[in-house]
């Protein structure tokens, strides 16, 4: 259906945008709702920045033990729409990449895969409430950085490679690997527990600005993007 009001260009350059605002959009609005409680104080007020998670959002019954449901709808919607969108993003990047550059690279090929498997990933944890089916959200939370990690690291191998003109799409992709690895650190490897000692505090700032970082990374993406793309206007 999308493909009938949008052509590939537009998907790898106004969809990306398009999705990060709408999910930025209605995580703020989530958390202007959320009624309260954090795993410090389950009696707080409203949605704590530095210490509720975004999955907190997601959940049926909220923290402080009050219905959820409505924030958990907007939730589910963010991460759908997120996913799916940068699902069509990937998806339409590979075959422009491919029909432009004719590029004899299998290492492109795995990190589109990594990222499809990512944004798939991002599906998941929406439908996944965390109060409900804790150990699937989290298997899907863990495996959407995993796999962007890797998908940033071949992506910004094969950007170097494939041609000048995508060597800035090669430098965006390095600077999100370097993100996501710093992620990893902390949430695979539990540096957190070295550098901190209030965990939870450091977990939810992490991931928050993990999630910032993939957003801005995106509109850099999105730009370097457009300039490959103006080329065959």
């Excluded at 309260?36 to 019954?61: C, H, K, M, P, V």
């Excluded at 759908?80 to 029909?99: A, P, T, V």
Aim: with cysteine.
């Amino acid at each position: 259906m999308l493909n009938k009001f949008f052509n590939s260009k537009q998907f790898l350059t106004i969809i990306p945008i398009i999705a990060l605002l709408l999910f930025v959009t209605m995580l703020a609005f989530s958390m202007s709702i959320y009624s309260g409680g954090t795993r410090a104080n389950f009696n707080a007020s409203g949605y704590t920045f530095s210490e509720n998670y975004i999955s907190d959002l997601g959940r049926y019954i909220s923290v402080n033990g009050q219905d959820n449901t409505n924030v958990m709808v907007v939730f589910i919607l963010a991460f759908f729409l997120l996913g799916s969108f940068f699902f069509l993003f990937f998806y339409h990047n590979y075959y422009f990449i491919k029909e432009k550059f004719q590029p004899n690279l299998n290492i492109f090929r795995l990190a589109t895969f990594f990222a499809l498997c990512a944004t798939i990933s991002i599906i998941g944890v929406g439908l996944t409430p965390s109060d409900i089916n804790f150990d699937d959200h989290v298997m899907f939370a863990e495996w959407i950085f995993r796999f962007f990690f890797g998908a940033s690291v071949l992506y910004a191998i094969s950007y170097f490679k494939i041609n000048p003109k995508t060597k800035f799409l090669g430098l965006g992709y390095s600077i999100l690997s370097i993100a996501t690895g710093f992620y990893l650190l902390f949430s695979d490897f539990k540096l957190n527990k070295v550098l901190f000692s209030d965990t939870l505090i450091a977990d939810v700032l992490a991931q928050k600005f993990i999630v910032f970082s993939l957003i801005i990374g995106f509109f850099i993406i999105g730009y370097f993007n457009y300039q490959i793309t103006k080329d065959d206007s």
